[in-house]
Structures are given as C-alpha cells and as structure tokens.
C-alpha cells in the first residue's frame, strides 16, 4: 500500500493533526508538541507521539529538528503531502475557518450534492508571511520591498505590521507605513523579495496607535427604500434582518471591505434598486470611515 493509500484511510482528527504540522511548520518555521496540544487539547506526550508519527510514517525528510529554536522547522526538501502548501490554508486556521483541506471527507456529508466556488488563490511566499510574523510579535519594522499602481515594480519602505486580515477576496497585512505617516492595507503578493527586520518599531507605530483599528463601529444597513413592499421582505428576510434593520459591528478600518462584499457602494447609488438591494442607514454615524485611504 503507498503512502497516498495509508493517509486516505486514516481518520479525520490524525489527518487534521497532521495536517496542522505541516501548515505551522511551513509559515511560521517552527512547529512544536505544544502547538497541537493547544489546538486539540491534547497532552503533551500524545502530541508528541503525533509528531513521531507524522516523521516516520507520512514524510520522514520534511522536518529537521533545531535545538537553537527547540522545535522542528521545514527542511530545504520540505513537500507538503496532506496540504497544498498555499497561504489561504495557513490565514484561514488563523481566522478560525472551517473550510481548510477538507477535514470531513470521511463523515459523509453528502459531498456529491454540494459544490463551493474556489476562486484563484493570491499567491503569498511563506518566507514573507514568516517575516510578517516575526515582526508583529516581536513588535519590530521591517524593510520591505513592495508593489503598487503606483509603483509596479516595487519601492524600498519601512512597515511596523501588526494584524493579518482577511478582507475583500484578498489578504492583507495592516502595518504602519513611515512613508506615508500613517496605518495602510499591505497585499500580501505584492510584496517583493523577503521583508528585513529593521529595528525596533518606532513609537506611534503599535496597534494600539491604529485608531482605524482601535474604533469600533455598528454599520446599519436595511433593504433599498425603493424596492416594493414584497420585494423589501425578501431581502430583509435573506439578510436576517430585524425590525428593517442588519446590524454589522466591524472596525473604522474595515467598514469600507464589509460595503465591498456586500456590493453596496457609498458612492453611488444604482439605477436599479435591484441591482444594489441594500442601503446604508447610518451614513452620518460613520462617515468618517467611508472614503478613508487604507490602501498602500
């Protein structure tokens, strides 16, 4: 039996654990027992029992043991076998997601009558995610190199990143940008080359300094006024609205990408009410987050 066989027959929760092993090691550069004794809460000798295993049994060469950071980091011939070694997998575990490689093929849960739209995936480099990383926990800047419309060919700049999001169909770091002054969206596969730590972050640079970060807001949408009556319960009832009302909380910095996935654009109002279908019932409350330049 090959190996491809041995791991289609394994149960789910080893698969997910495995599977865990080989996304932490990849982005972040190091994995260890206690991360999957945090995820699955699971002992210490269990986990590290799964880590054996996964060693000697799914991909003996993909981790070397490094005393100097007393875990295990990817070898130079590190081959993801349970996953696909994209980032998405990596930001989605961060984002709580249910919906990395799938974990419940073996539950039989009717996969035949279901299908999921996968959209092209951003191509990030895991060299430059464990930069980001590195520098928001340790509260460092980083020099990067970094691409925009503006410069399509990349220009040097110093960043004090903070939070990984997700927002938009895209990823983005949120960092302080000393160029611009200011707290700016920083798309992961724009960045070229990998980032430097540069130093310790300057003062005003932290996220507690990032009040688009920092202010929370309540975005209040309803179903477009023009639409009839019928038409008007239709939406109210898709969007589980109450009283006429879809109460969203989000942060200042994200009110603009929660307008953006909802397709409704603050700017314009389209001809058609059907065409938008929803509206914005407290423009005046956060008028300020609405055209705020976020983006690098």
Known sequence: MSIKQRLEVLPWDTLARYRLIEIIALWEGRVTSRHLGNAFGIARQQASRVMKTYRETVAENNLEYDPVIKGYRPSANFCPMLTRGEVDEYLQLLGNHDNLNPHFTGLGLGQANTEALRLPSRSASPPVVRALIEAASQGARLEVTYASLNSP??????LCPHTLVYAAGRWHVRAFCEKNRAFRDFVLSRFRAVPELFGEALEGSQRECDEGWE???TLKLGADPRLKPAERGLIEQDHGMVDGELHL???GA???YVLRELGINPDHLEESPRAQQLVVLNRDEITDWLFVSSSA
Do not use: F, M, S
């Open 153 to 158: 060919q990349g220009e040097e700049r110093i």
């Open 249 to 251: 909380p989000t942060r």
């Open 254 to 256: 994200l009110v603009q």
């Open 215 to 217: 202010t929370r807001v």
